[in-house]
């Protein structure tokens, strides 16, 4: 165990498992000497060589693409998208082809491949560089979506996505980057699918994802000192959902708000929301409240960019308002 | 290069002649209702993917078109598997779970045919990418068409692949429409296979009627593919004697122009060819003929002998 960023975090498990598995190669952006757009992959370029470490042009499509055509080849590409808005000019190599192969081919096909990218605001990058996506990979069945928050999430989530015979779409937050917690030497996958309680509590569920995971932990400091104890609880991954960490929690505080960064209107958030009523509304003491962003592209000017992502009062305000 | 030998040129002969006859049968097969969905067919372009075909190893891989069967026969694929899949059995190459525009074949290489147009270019850079990555020697055939040579990922694929010099042989089959849209209308050049000069590989124009004129272009750049002197672009002038899909009334070209088309017709064309160097006698032609027709006649019967998938598999095989 050792103190890591959530930037080290992942760049040690691209490099253990580079190290472990010859198959496992990183393409993208400026990937190589200059280390990714955000420096997740510095250092590997150096350990690995170009071979491994692959700089591309700067077309979107062709790196999701040969990336997804590597993988059905046999070889377990992590390519990395500068930014998740970029994921637009893919699109078609994401959602028609990696996420379709191995359905549309009858079972035959696998495509273990991984598309990390960054997304969020909170840096000044505006509306082509700051947004929350994850909702978008949910509805293609055929890519798994990982979103963890903490170094060790990371960490071992992206050592299972490396690991795993499906297209893995791996969200990272660029605020995260910089956050530090107690990450292991070892390499350790976190199964996929499986959500972590971040806080236990008896009086409301938080159902939060990636940067939101801690607005809600300081949320429920906060409410602690009021007296309301929230449980905070993290999916990890989106698809797939741990539903049955949702629901339990919900059958134990009989009340959930759920808080994403991304814009609220068909967030994931909405469909957690949707699972929790179809499965569990006769365990609810109240209406299920969403916080999420407001239905406005990503502002650049600081105090609009501040106004846009979610803040720990507005979590605070959403659980008082379930009383 | 080294000129095929009697057993190569005959087995070009059947496969241009499995294709035609297959592309035969389903047109009359859609027509009765028998196959669902959309078909794309291949008649009057069989030269194209047999020639290329024809200079790959089994362990190549191709990435095919919407307009896929030729390829995925040519590149060897089981006539059976093709034709329960074309008529959404369980026991077609996906289950029943692809169709026409998605049928694969992994263990030959037949990295799946394709609906979206230009979907394919990114996929046969990857392909590429792993032979040259495990230095296996291998290379990967992109067929895509006119229309598909004007598509982003098509000019993002051929920089990627020239960049690297990855073996990626890119085979454009310019059949002169984009669906109903003329060459002329969609880009300003003549030949596609200009546009190889700005990503600094070989860009050759065959006629894609000529079977042998086909397989010399696509054996020389397989060769330099393999070398690791990257990729070749490799236009082949062709065209479909049916619409863009069965039930198009093809009111954007002319009835003149068909005809002329058919008159070059590649199958007779190289049969003539055969017969007239001595190579095969017309016995010898009919004969491959004959097995071939009964080839797919046997198809036909497992198809539509086979089961349909039953509600139960929908959900199998969504992830691996």
């Not at chain 2, 990967?140 to 993002?156: I, P, R």
């Not at chain 2, 596609?192 to 990503?199: Q, S, T, V």
């Not at chain 2, 590989?201 to 009627?209: R, T």
């Amino acid at each position: 165990m050792a103190i890591k960023t959530y930037l080290q975090a992942l760049n040690d498990a691209m490099r253990q498992e580079m190290e472990r598995d010859e198959n496992v190669f990183i393409i993208g952006e400026d990937v190589g000497k200059f280390g990714g757009c955000f420096g997740v992959t510095q250092g590997l370029f150096d350990k690995f060589g170009e071979r491994r470490v692959r700089d591309t042009p700067i077309t979107e499509s062709a790196i999701v693409g040969a990336a997804a055509g590597a993988a059905a080849a046999g070889l377990r590409p992590i390519a990395e998208l500068m930014f998740v808005d970029f994921i637009g000019v893919a699109l078609d190599q994401l959602f028609n082809q990696a996420a379709k192969m191995h359905y549309m081919f009858g079972g035959k096909a696998k495509v273990p491949m991984v598309l990390r990218m960054p997304q969020g605001a909170g840096v000044g990058a505006a509306a082509q560089h700051s947004q929350s996506l994850e909702a978008w990979f949910m509805h293609i069945p055929g890519i798994k979506v990982c979103i963890p928050s903490t170094p060790a999430d990371a960490k071992g989530l992206l050592i299972s996505a490396i690991r795993d015979d499906n297209p893995v779409v791996f969200l990272e937050h660029k605020i995260l980057y910089g956050v530090e917690g107690e990450v292991g030497d070892e390499a350790t996958p976190i199964e996929l699918g499986k959500g972590d309680v971040k806080r236990e509590g008896t009086d409301v569920t938080i159902v939060a994802t990636s940067l939101m995971v801690h607005t809600a932990l300081q949320a429920a400091e906060a409410l602690a000192a009021q007296g309301i104890n929230a449980e905070v609880v993290d999916p990890r991954c989106l698809v797939p959902l741990d539903k049955d960490i949702i629901l339990n929690s919900v059958k134990k505080t009989h009340a959930l708000v759920i808080a994403h960064e991304a814009v609220k209107t068909a967030g994931a958030g909405a469909e957690i929301a949707a699972m929790v009523a179809e499965e569990a509304l006769d365990y609810l003491d109240a209406p299920i409240v969403r916080v999420g962003a407001p239905y406005c592209p990503v502002p650049f000017s600081p105090p609009l960019e501040k106004a846009y992502i979610p803040g720990a009062d507005q979590i605070i305000a959403a659980v008082k308002s379930l009383r | 290069m080294k000129h095929p030998d009697k057993k190569v040129l005959l087995e070009m002969f059947s496969t241009m002649t499995k294709i035609r006859l297959f592309e035969t049968e389903l047109q009359k097969f859609f027509a009765a209702g028998k196959i669902p969905g959309f078909v794309h067919l291949y008649l009057g372009e069989e030269a194209v993917a047999t020639g290329a075909c024809a200079a790959l190893k089994q362990t190549d891989m191709i990435t095919s078109t919407h307009r896929g069967h030729g390829h995925c026969l040519a590149k060897g694929g089981d006539l059976k598997l093709m034709m329960a899949e074309i008529y959404g059995r369980s026991t077609g190459y996906c289950k029943g779970k692809g169709g026409s525009m998605h049928i694969a074949d992994f263990n030959i290489g037949i990295l799946g045919a394709n609906g979206i147009v230009g979907g394919g270019g990114p996929l046969a850079v990857g392909a590429a990418f792993s032979c040259q990555y495990k230095d296996t020697k291998g290379v990967c055939a992109c067929f895509f068409g006119d229309g598909a040579s004007n598509q982003g990922t098509t000019q993002e694929s051929l920089n990627m692949a020239s960049a690297w010099k990855l073996p990626v042989v890119f085979i454009n089959e310019n059949n002169g429409y984009g669906i109903s849209c003329p060459q002329s209308k969609s880009m300003a050049i003549t030949d596609i296979a200009d546009r190889a000069a700005a990503y600094d590989m070989p860009g050759v124009v065959v006629d894609g009627n000529d079977v042998l004129a086909v397989y010399e272009a696509v054996t020389m750049a397989v060769e330099r593919a393999r070398k690791g002197q990257g990729p070749s672009l490799i236009e082949c002038k062709t065209y479909r004697w049916r619409g863009h899909f069965e039930g198009d009334a093809c009111v954007y070209r002319s009835e003149k122009e068909l005809e002329e088309w058919k008159a070059k017709d590649p199958i007779p064309r190289f049969a003539k060819k055969l017969l007239d160097t001595g190579t095969a006698t017309q016995a010898e032609l009919d004969g491959i003929t004959a097995s071939v027709a009964a080839d797919i006649e046997a198809a036909v019967q497992f198809a539509e002998g086979s089961p349909y998938p039953t509600p139960e598999d929908l959900l199998q095989d969504v992830y691996a």
